[in-house]
């Protein structure tokens, strides 16, 4: 079925059908494989799917630390129901060719002290029992039980991955460090660089927290010219009201909404 309608610079295009609701974001395989998937999204307009090319498409995995998981450091339920449908996704994404990519807010305590204020200052409202300033070359202070470790500092226990998705990390699978919010916010990141080097055009988001780290990267690829697609039930948040406006804005602005239903259901097609 011949599209309606065409999106974006020439050899760079989206198409959609109007019969069947769908947005063509493959390039016409010019790029990638020859192969395509199909999936239904789950916010407006009704009935609406996207196809995507496995082999130019990544799965991009937001925080998912013992940081903001592990019981010792934080309650929340919202982000640990993330995790079994991520583990569910990573799966399927294997089993299609679609690349897996993970982001951990990470920083040598060297960076502390260059951060801008904002985000100095940031840290301070989100953790207002910790001093601010970089540890001191001693021994740093440990508070056992709760948040081990300097924060969100390389090699902390507090900023490994959470275990049951560290174990589904395979050694082709990067790995990115970011010390923004956003893992986008330049292209000197790493991540950016990675997506660039595998030639990669749309990026499943999830993790945690959706208002936050996964909204900054998503908006930062939307901006950068990546097609963005937020997995709902695959990313949460602790903030009120706040996943259901953002599934809007993305659904309605930066791209597409889907979950893990939609994309286990996704099968593959030439």
Same mark, same amino acid.
């Given at each position: 079925?011949?599209?309606?309608?065409? %999106?974006?610079?020439?050899?760079?295009?989206?198409?959609?059908?109007?019969?069947?609701?769908?947005?063509?974001?493959?390039?016409?395989?010019?790029?990638?494989?020859?192969?395509?998937?199909?999936?239904?999204?789950?916010?407006?307009?009704?009935?609406?799917?996207i196809?995507?090319?496995?082999?130019?498409?990544?799965?991009?995995?937001?925080?998912?630390?013992?940081?903001? $998981?592990?019981?010792?450091?934080?309650?929340?339920?919202?982000?640990?129901?993330?995790?079994?449908?991520?583990?569910g996704?990573?799966?399927?994404?294997?089993?299609?060719?679609?690349?897996?990519?993970?982001?951990?807010?990470?920083?040598?305590?060297?960076?502390?002290?260059?951060?801008?204020?904002?985000?100095?200052?940031?840290q301070?409202?989100?953790?207002?029992d910790?001093?601010?300033?970089?540890?001191?070359?001693?021994?740093?202070?440990?508070?056992?039980?709760?948040?081990?470790?300097?924060?969100?500092?390389?090699?902390?226990?507090?900023?490994?991955?959470?275990?049951?998705?560290?174990?589904?990390?395979?050694?082709?699978?990067?790995?990115?460090?970011?010390?923004?919010?956003?893992?986008?916010?330049?292209?000197?990141?790493? $991540?950016?660089?990675?997506?660039?080097?595998?030639?990669?055009?749309?990026? $499943? %988001?999830?993790?945690v927290?959706?208002?936050?780290?996964?909204?900054?990267?998503?908006?930062?690829?939307?901006?950068?010219g990546?097609?963005?697609?937020?997995?709902?039930?695959?990313?949460?948040?602790?903030?009120?009201?706040?996943?259901?406006?953002?599934?809007?804005?993305?659904?309605?602005?930066?791209?597409?909404?889907?979950?893990?239903?939609?994309?286990?259901?996704?099968?593959?097609?030439?």
């Amino acid at each position: 079925m011949a599209p309606d309608l065409s %999106f974006g610079p020439q050899g760079d295009q989206w198409y959609y059908t109007r019969d069947t609701k769908t947005y063509d974001l493959t390039r016409g395989n010019g790029q990638g494989s020859e192969k395509k998937l199909t999936m239904a999204t789950t916010q407006s307009p009704p009935d609406t799917s996207i196809t995507i090319d496995p082999a130019l498409s990544a799965l991009v995995v937001v925080d998912m630390q013992n940081y903001f $998981l592990d019981a010792r450091c934080r309650d929340y339920p919202a982000g640990l129901a993330t995790v079994e449908p991520i583990l569910g996704v990573i799966e399927k994404c294997r089993e299609v060719g679609v690349q897996v990519r993970s982001l951990a807010q990470l920083g040598p305590p060297r960076d502390r002290s260059a951060r801008p204020p904002g985000q100095r200052a940031a840290q301070l409202l989100a953790d207002p029992d910790r001093p601010v300033a970089p540890p001191p070359p001693a021994r740093p202070r440990r508070r056992p039980g709760r948040r081990p470790g300097r924060t969100l500092m390389a090699g902390e226990w507090n900023a490994a991955i959470y275990p049951p998705l560290a174990a589904a990390v395979r050694p082709d699978d990067a790995q990115c460090a970011k010390d923004r919010m956003s893992g986008l916010w330049c292209e000197s990141q790493p $991540l950016w660089r990675h997506l660039e080097d595998a030639n990669t055009r749309t990026l $499943l %988001f999830a993790g945690v927290n959706t208002d936050q780290c996964v909204l900054g990267t998503l908006t930062n690829a939307y901006n950068a010219g990546w097609d963005c697609v937020m997995i709902e039930d695959c990313c949460a948040t602790t903030t009120a009201n706040a996943q259901g406006v953002c599934l809007w804005n993305v659904a309605n602005s930066y791209g597409f909404v889907v979950n893990s239903k939609s994309l286990a259901e996704a099968s593959l097609a030439r």
